[in-house]
């Protein structure tokens, strides 16, 4: 895009804050992982918690990977700032169904027929070391050829079906053509 996507409004409003509230709907603290925090204090509300990136431009798994070194609750939520089209009722049944999930099921992330939605998903905290170990044995220094897809592939991941509706709710917008929705 060119631009901080974060800060791109969708019908008036900042993708960042649009994300933000859908998940601010259905649970009870939000955290925002930024290298930037003080360009989003204003979007924000007062109630948001501020994560410092500490390695930004190293891709998703690794600022994943940051997270869970500060998280507390069982279950992360993973949500990626360029999806001004969720759905709180949706989601909040996909949260409903994380406890009745086994115990030894690491993660549970949307899958289409494309393959993984993962920057939608949610991530059991003790999953951490697994993370680590294949950033560390697969990055070959070059932790931005890293791929959630490899990863989600080799941990017990619980998928969620991806119907029509579902894609065009995680449709992400990567380019302003995208923001153009029908």
Not at 6 to 32: K, T
Not at 95 to 118: N, T
Not at 162 to 174: F, K, S
């Amino acid at each position: 895009m060119g631009r901080d996507k974060a800060s791109i409004c969708w019908q008036g409003v900042p993708m960042l804050r649009r994300v933000y509230d859908v998940a601010a709907d259905c649970v009870e603290s939000v955290a925002v992982l930024t290298p930037w925090i003080d360009r989003y204090r204003e979007i924000l509300p007062e109630s948001c918690q501020f994560l410092q990136e500490t390695q930004p431009g190293q891709g998703p798994l690794v600022a994943l990977l940051q997270v869970l070194e500060r998280v507390s609750d069982e279950w992360l939520w993973l949500l990626a700032c360029d999806l001004p089209r969720l759905q709180a009722p949706v989601l909040q049944t996909w949260i409903d169904r994380l406890a009745e999930l086994p115990d030894d099921v690491l993660a549970c992330v949307p899958r289409s027929e494309s393959g993984w939605e993962p920057l939608c998903g949610f991530y059991r905290r003790r999953v951490r070391s697994r993370l680590e170990e294949f950033v560390r044995d697969r990055s070959n220094g070059d932790v931005q050829r890293l791929s959630f897809q490899q990863w989600l592939a080799e941990i017990p991941t619980d998928a969620i079906a991806v119907d029509a509706e579902i894609a065009g709710m995680l449709h992400n917008c990567n380019r302003l053509e995208d923001l153009q929705f029908d």
